[in-house]
């Protein structure tokens, strides 16, 4: 768990179906028929599709790629590429990130005489069957997902985008193994080879954040190796990416890869077309990357800034109309689709409520819903299937369309047939120790850093600290979305204390909880009475050659 080296990865042998695939591809590397790549809009699809595009291209293979447009082809494979790949003299074609729920377009595929190899990583399909589950593989020449039911693979928790590096890595390693030639005669550069396996790991890392994998195994192993690879990646496009958001050379971490570079990829997936993400990474010099990575970064202050008039519009909504419902069913005719399931998790966090946001679409009314852990959300909208077109999801989020006549009907029957509790709606937070900022030390901050990178399933430990005194407080940023503070403890501790949430909402509190003129003498630095409880994670901030101990705020009471 801490010292994890690339040594430590799991053979990518292992995984059901590998040697099945390896044989195909390299007999249809050498019979040199056209092989696409079928990827999906979100980072993981265009990372998983770039991974096998380098790897193939290296291996002499006559290959291309499809990313399917979210609106009008939806996730994955389906009939419409299906047939387009056919027309396009398409002899193989190549899953990633999707392809083992979608055993219809296979047979398709099948009938109109091509071959099709299933890399993914999402979960089988089944059946009940007298309380039994019948899982169905779709037809495909071969599947490779960790998620089979026999398959031996260590770990079953990676993206995509490392199923799709697993399969170059077994290529190359059998291409050494058997002295295969490349395109030109020539046996394929073990040089090249090793740089393009080091410069992947980038993507392997950046996609397994995206796609909120849990940093345990050997995915804690490819995001921190693929980290440090990224922040010096010769890579063009996201070289251009990083420079654009200024974190080119400097030490990046999940949250740059999640929060800063993945939106960037994801908006012109959601906005646009998520081929333009891919062809930044392919991009063949540095101006065009430069020049898309520009695009992709404007196009994610445009999704920004949607988000939060959608947010704003969301807000109001609930306040006005939907204050007394238990589930919130918020209608945006005008949102942009893509946006809904944002927006959701948005008002999610404000309210703790369980929330859907609906909005117009070419066939009626499409919406994502976010969750709480008290609300079961699939399971509560089956209920009520019958108001549905289509409809999908999990306890914590779910997808549907619906007539636009059903939408009041959907908010009505969810509200009326709900079993949530006042309690349900209490966030609850489990801190891991009740820490004093007095025992903060370079030293300790050292030490936890052993146990990065952080993320899902490897969270950053939560200490707390009743009743710090506030001794003076700003507003920073352009944005105006940070708040820093200057705290001082009960034993005389006093430190630095930034809070990056809803800066409104937290003052608001601290007015309601001490009043106006109170909360005026904190942005004056004045003795005051105002006293918070803090969760929180103690960091260095260095500024200018010098370092000081600060507390990153999550929660406040």
């Not at 593989?137 to 928790?157: F, H, N, R, S, T």
């Not at 948005?346 to 409520?353: A, H, L, S």
């Not at 920073?476 to 990056?500: D, E, I, P």
């Amino acid at each position: 768990f801490l010292n994890g080296t690339l040594a430590d990865l799991h053979d990518p042998s292992l995984l059901k179906g590998m040697r099945e695939a390896g044989q195909c591809l390299f007999q249809k590397i050498g019979q040199r028929v056209k092989i696409r790549i079928i990827g999906d809009y979100d980072v993981d699809g265009v990372c998983s599709a770039y991974i096998l595009l380098r790897g193939l291209r290296l291996l002499g293979a006559d290959v291309d790629t499809v990313i399917p447009h979210r609106m009008k082809d939806g996730y994955g494979l389906n009939d419409h590429l299906i047939e387009q790949a056919k027309e396009d003299g398409i002899d193989t074609i190549l899953t990633c990130d999707n392809g083992i729920a979608a055993a219809d377009q296979i047979c398709l595929a099948n009938t109109c005489g091509m071959t099709v190899v299933v890399t993914d990583h999402h979960e089988v399909p089944y059946e009940e069957q007298e309380g039994e589950r019948i899982y169905r593989l779709p037809p495909a020449a071969v599947v490779i997902d960790p998620k089979q039911e026999d398959c031996p693979y260590p770990y079953k928790q990676i993206c995509g985008a490392v199923v799709a590096y697993k399969l170059i890595r077994y290529l190359f390693r059998e291409a050494q193994k058997i002295h295969w030639t490349g395109r030109g005669g020539e046996p394929v550069d073990e040089q090249a080879v090793q740089a393009l396996l080091q410069e992947l790991l980038s993507f392997t890392a950046l996609a397994t954040v995206c796609d909120v994998m849990e940093l345990r195994d050997e995915n804690r192993i490819l995001v921190r190796e693929g980290l440090k690879e990224m922040a010096k990646t010769t890579n063009y496009g996201l070289k251009a990416l990083l420079q654009v958001n200024d974190l080119y050379g400097k030490p990046l971490t999940p949250y740059h890869a999640g929060f800063v570079i993945g939106p960037c990829l994801n908006a012109t997936g959601r906005l646009d077309t998520a081929k333009r993400a891919l062809e930044l990474f392919d991009a063949s010099s540095i101006e065009e990357a430069a020049l898309i990575a520009s695009d992709l970064k404007s196009m994610n202050e445009s999704r920004k800034q949607m988000t939060e008039d959608g947010v704003k519009l969301a807000t109001q909504q609930v306040e006005q109309e939907l204050s007394g419902d238990d589930i919130l069913v918020v209608y945006l005719p005008d949102c942009h689709e893509s946006l809904a399931g944002i927006i959701a998790g948005r008002i999610r966090e404000r309210y703790n409520k369980p929330v859907f946001v609906l909005t117009d679409s070419i066939d009626g009314v499409k919406g994502s819903g976010r969750s709480i852990e008290a609300y079961s959300m699939f399971e509560e909208m089956s209920k009520c299937k019958e108001l549905y077109t289509k409809y999908g999801g999990h306890p914590m989020a779910a997808g549907l369309s619906l007539p636009k006549e059903n939408v009041e009907k959907f908010r009505t029957f969810l509200n009326e047939h709900t079993t949530l509790t006042e309690e349900d709606f209490i966030p609850k937070i489990t801190i891991d120790v009740p820490m004093p900022i007095g025992y903060v030390t370079e030293h300790l901050i050292e030490e936890l850093s052993v146990l990065e990178p952080f993320g899902k399933g490897n969270e950053k430990p939560l200490f707390a600290e009743k009743n710090l005194n506030i001794l003076s407080m700003r507003i920073l940023g352009k944005n105006r979305n940070t708040l820093k503070m200057q705290v001082r403890s009960q034993h005389g501790t006093v430190m630095n204390a930034l809070y990056f949430g809803d800066i409104e909402q937290i003052l608001t509190y601290i007015m309601q909880k001490h009043g106006e003129s109170e909360t005026e003498k904190c942005f004056q630095g004045q003795e005051n009475a105002v006293t918070l409880s803090f969760i929180y994670y103690p960091s260095v901030n260095e500024y200018r050659g010098r370092k000081s101990l600060q507390m990153i705020i999550s929660h406040y009471c």
